[in-house]
């Protein structure tokens, strides 16, 4: 039998399943292939902040909350305070500097790190265009939209690997992550993302860490699908 490859904190799986039962048998399925993992806002309403904390605390997993927030300054800042008691690593936030510096201060004193949105990797010019957000070429928005929330304080940001160079090169950005969602294996289907580049291609191109969704969960043997992103990470 081939010996498993260790798991690696740059390939971080998203728990996209319908409830914390699914998600709970996904994590057994995946074993020790697997110890970093991405709950969201779909999750929320089916224990997701449960699921978390056992991963956390029961499996020694680290936990990325992706729930996006978006509001008032003290809103935001209330909201992350009550996450940052979890001890979980990553939560998201929208990019917006008034939200991240909000988040900041929610989050003081706690190791947990704050990835502000840029533009989200399902969306194209044309979306942007119906969102009424301002013309011009869609990486050069995300770059300047990640260096303003860099300024603000974010700890790093989550930006399509098309951009991944671009948001690198920055000044802000030294020694700040970058998360990449639009993370697919060669000949894996696209689903609703429409700026996606490969695993190797993502971290060569800057990414810290790669966000990695259906082809994994959906797989027919999940385990199989993480070794073989796990394969292509540690062939960089």
């Known amino acids: 039998m081939t010996a498993l490859l260790p798991a690696d904190d740059r390939l971080i799986v998203a728990m996209d399943v319908p409830d914390a039962l699914a998600a709970l048998e996904l994590a057994q399925k995946l074993g020790d ?8 806002l779909g999750m929320l309403t089916g224990g997701g ?6 991963l956390k605390q029961e499996h020694g997993k680290r936990i990325f909350l992706d729930m996006k927030f978006f509001d008032i300054g003290a809103t935001v800042e ?9 001890d979980l690593d990553f939560l998201t936030v929208h990019g917006d500097p008034h939200v991240v510096r909000a988040a900041k201060e929610g ?3 706690k190791d947990l790190k704050i990835l502000a949105v840029t533009i989200l990797t399902s969306l194209d010019r044309a979306d942007l265009d119906a969102a009424l957000i301002q013309p011009g070429d869609i990486a050069d928005l995300v770059t300047e939209r990640a260096a303003r929330a ?8 989550i930006a399509s690997p098309r951009e991944a160079a671009m948001i690198r090169a920055l000044p802000q950005a030294e020694g700040k992550l970058i998360v990449t969602p639009g993370v697919r294996p060669a000949g894996a289907a696209l ?8 695993p190797a291609s993502a971290l060569s191109a800057g990414a810290d860490h790669l966000v990695v969704g259906r082809p994994i969960w ?3 043997d999940p385990q199989a699908a993480a070794q073989a992103i796990l394969a292509e990470i540690k062939a960089i």
């Open 218 to 220: 959906q797989a027919a």
């Open 150 to 157: 860099l300024e603000a304080g974010a700890d790093g940001v």
């Open 49 to 54: 902040l449960a699921v978390a904390n056992e």
């Open 191 to 198: 689903g609703d993302q429409k700026r996606v580049e490969t």
């Open 33 to 40: 292939s697997v110890s970093f993992y991405k709950i969201g």
């Open 78 to 86: 209330a909201a992350v305070r009550g996450i940052a008691q979890f």
């Open 107 to 109: 989050a003081s004193g």
